[in-house]
């Protein structure tokens, strides 16, 4: 049951992040800088410390009493992931929420995964998991099987994507009417922002110190009630501030260049409709963190976890992809490529998600 609930939190967490950039669609008149950062206010500034005070008493204390060298960490990685996460809207942009995703994502599953296993098993820490249980368990082994097919399956979805761009070869826009269509642009920021997006996971590792002493607090009132779903809360908080610096700067950058600070308060343009969506998309986003701790509570920060999570979301996010008529239009190679790259993903999860029963 317990390896159950954690697969079925990974799926919500996978959910809102591969619909959150969805309501980014329904903002009018902005430039992309501009919804970008209000939907980032709210997913790294506003409602991490919300959903930390809701869940956690006292989660201001646990990081003002945690050590210079946890902070740091957490906050250097959160400014790296920051710049993942800020390609990856750019990333998005150039190619479409389910190539864009599929990219990006599965790079950000690979790195996220091994790295930090590779890391532990050279440096020692105790209690995680290390490269050597992937080649020497039947569950670790289980677990790269699932990997690799994933891999597969994202290879699929990148094949879709060539198609694709063949056969739109001389258009400006994608089948779904997307402008900013440019797909070898697109690859290399995808690229980019997949690999510094693996930095997420490394500040969750970082900050894994605050974690534990809200989770020691929590085992004391509730004894023999298992381990704190929320206790990842009070991380969130710090690794986002990163994040936020990152996108902050990046966004005030561009609307100085582009001439674009006029669009906060541009009334010719449904202003409060506009921050409305951007409020749902960057709440929609900071829900993937919240549930995967969730998830990770249950089956542990190890490999696993980070895979589901990345599935789910290059999952979801090709769902929409097919919803919003990004493949409208492409040939039926082109559609049937796609779709096997999204059942393949289906089957690693299922073999992912066995794995830790065993």
Not at 52 to 67: K, S, V
Not at 151 to 179: H, M, P, Q, W
Not at 209 to 219: F, G, Q, R, S, T
Not at 302 to 315: E, K, N, T, V, Y
Request: charged share 10%; glycine share 14%.
């Amino acid at each position: 049951m317990q390896a159950l609930a954690g697969v079925f939190f990974h799926f919500i967490g996978g959910f809102a992040s591969g619909s959150f950039y969805v309501p980014y669609k329904r903002v009018k008149g902005w430039a992309w800088e501009s919804f970008w950062i209000v939907g980032g206010l709210f997913s790294w500034l506003i409602v991490p410390p919300l959903a930390a005070y809701l869940t956690i008493p006292g989660f201001a204390e646990i990081i003002r009493q945690a050590d210079g060298g946890t902070l740091g960490y957490a906050y250097l990685f959160g400014l790296l992931w920051g710049v993942g996460g800020l390609t990856y809207g750019l990333g998005v942009r150039y190619l479409g929420v389910s190539l864009g995703s599929s990219i990006i994502l599965g790079l950000t599953m690979v790195f996220g995964s091994l790295v930090p296993s590779i890391f532990f098993y050279f440096n020692g820490s105790e209690g995680k998991e290390t490269i050597d249980l992937f080649f020497t368990t039947t569950s670790g082994r289980t677990i790269l099987i699932g990997l690799a097919i994933c891999v597969f399956g994202i290879y699929l979805c990148g094949r879709a994507g060539v198609l694709k761009e063949r056969e739109l070869a001389g258009s400006t826009t994608d089948a779904s009417g997307n402008k900013d269509y440019k797909f070898g642009l697109g690859l290399v920021v995808g690229i980019v922002s997949g690999i510094l997006s693996a930095c997420f996971n490394f500040g969750l590792e970082a900050g894994k110190p605050m974690a534990h002493v809200a989770n020691d607090i929590w085992k004391a009132a509730n004894p023999g009630q298992g381990e704190f779903l929320f206790q990842n809360n009070v991380t969130y908080v710090v690794v986002l501030w990163g994040g936020l610096t990152t996108n902050f700067l990046w966004c005030m950058f561009l609307n100085a260049r582009n001439k674009t600070f006029g669009d906060y308060v541009n009334t010719k343009t449904p202003i409060a409709r506009n921050i409305f969506f951007c409020a749902l998309a960057g709440t929609t986003w900071y829900l993937q963190f919240f549930f995967y701790g969730m998830g990770e509570s249950r089956l542990g920060n190890g490999a696993s976890s980070w895979i589901l999570h990345m599935a789910f979301i290059i999952l979801i996010a090709n769902g929409w992809g097919i919803i919003l008529k990004e493949w409208k239009g492409v040939s039926r190679k082109t559609y049937a490529t796609i779709l096997g790259g999204i059942a393949t993903m289906i089957l690693s999860i299922l073999l992912v998600g066995f794995a830790r029963t065993l």
